[in-house]
């Protein structure tokens, strides 16, 4: 008998399409669409996703200005890059970038003879040397998410205290093929596979929550899933055989569309030194500052969420040699987000106070780092910053830079 846990958060199910539900039919519940709606030729729509042609029109609503920012050429490929899935190699392979270690499968001897594999695969297709300049410390601290999310209980965009006060069912489940995933070695990678593919899967068929904390922690799911079938080869295989991969693209994209709807920015029309010390909607004192790291914890996680979600999905399509990419330096938002790690790491809610009253902290708005490259210390840099610091400047620009303040880009 399951618990009253259990009983109140049921695992998701897939549900019958749209036209099947009001023709009061059985669906087989194919993809990406039943067998009904296929002889019929209509539209075959499951619950809480969005039919695939209707995900560039949504997308759209967040691409109004102009790409004329030549990123362009920072996605030009000179030959398009293939998918490779090799056996896991047992040692560490070259960087692109040479003076960054690329990782590799981390293993450690079992009592019985084979190895739990610590799964951080190098990325499926190679990249350019300006692309690896730009994208390959993005994708090294990718492939780390699943043992950060297990180990640190966090990852670059989510707070290690947004689920402090209790973690929905989508990411307890997540949490726990985390924790499979880090543990997968030869013996049980058929079962490990199987099951985080299959909890990907229900995910994707289920609605989008009508609430911001679950509507994130949906979100997060969907990305700790997606991160997983990136870099690990049974899963990207899982992934890629299928029309599974289009339904997770757009599912990834619906849930943080929809999230960016409800979540709070920093407006741009007020000054960054009011927005800092105190209006209407910030804290001023100490006290009333302790009380707003709560909110601060969400409302921060969920901006670095959507930020980082069309980022990643950038990074997916350029591994996966996509032709006409493009960019307009803000991945089509405007958003912004508290570039301060004294902010994003306080242990608690007092010591986010003072670092909110004493210590200089920065909003980045829409990917604009011209006065942190000005103004900022190493220390004020944690890794969701340096990830897209050099995504936006270059490894070596950045290297230089915090060389020239003392200290190196870890």
Request: hydrophobic share 40%; charged share 20%.
């Amino acid at each position: 008998m399951g618990s009253s846990v259990e009983r109140d958060n049921p695992p998701p199910r897939r549900k019958s399409c749209e036209a099947c539900r009001a023709a009061k039919r059985r669906c087989d519940l194919a993809l990406p669409a039943c067998f009904r709606c296929t002889r019929r030729n209509v539209a075959c729509v499951y619950p809480g996703l969005p039919p695939l042609d209707l995900i560039p029109e949504m997308l759209a609503l967040f691409n109004q200005t102009e790409m004329a920012d030549p990123c362009v050429a920072q996605f030009a490929f000179d030959a398009p890059p293939t998918f490779q899935t090799p056996a896991p190699p047992r040692q560490a392979s070259p960087s692109p970038l040479g003076n960054r270690p690329q990782n590799s499968h981390l293993s450690a001897a079992h009592p019985e003879g084979y190895e739990i594999t610590h799964v951080r695969t190098n990325p499926h297709a190679p990249l350019s040397e300006i692309m690896a300049s730009r994208f390959q410390y993005a994708i090294d601290t990718l492939s780390d998410t699943p043992r950060r999310m297990v180990v640190e209980n966090q990852t670059p965009w989510s707070h290690r205290e947004l689920y402090s006060g209790g973690m929905p069912k989508v990411m307890q489940d997540a949490y726990a093929c985390c924790a499979l995933y880090i543990t997968k070695n030869p013996l049980n990678a058929p079962v490990i596979t199987s099951h985080i593919h299959t909890r990907h899967q229900e995910l994707i068929l289920s609605p989008l929550p009508t609430s911001a904390p679950d509507l994130l922690a949906h979100t997060h799911a969907l990305l700790i899933y997606r991160i997983m079938h990136l870099f690990d080869p049974d899963l990207h295989n899982a992934l890629t055989t299928s029309t599974f991969d289009a339904l997770s693209m757009s599912a990834l994209e619906s849930a943080a569309a929809l999230l960016f709807s409800s979540t709070h920015f920093p407006p741009e029309s007020e000054p960054t030194d009011k927005l800092i010390h105190g209006t209407s909607i910030l804290p001023s004192t100490l006290e009333s500052t302790m009380h707003f790291w709560k909110l601060w914890v969400f409302e921060e996680s969920a901006r670095r969420t959507i930020l980082f979600t069309f980022y990643f999905l950038q990074i997916v399509r350029l591994l996966r040699g996509e032709r006409n990419l493009f960019c307009d330096g803000k991945l089509g938002l405007l958003h912004s987000w508290y570039f301060s790690a004294y902010l994003w790491n306080a242990p608690s809610a007092l010591d986010f106070a003072v670092a909110w009253t004493e210590r200089e902290h920065y909003i980045v708005r829409n990917i604009d780092f011209s006065q942190v490259l000005r103004e900022a210390q190493p220390g004020d840099v944690d890794c969701f910053g340096k990830m897209l610091l050099v995504t936006s400047q270059g490894i070596d620009k950045i290297q230089e830079w915090f060389s020239a303040r003392g200290s190196l880009l870890s």
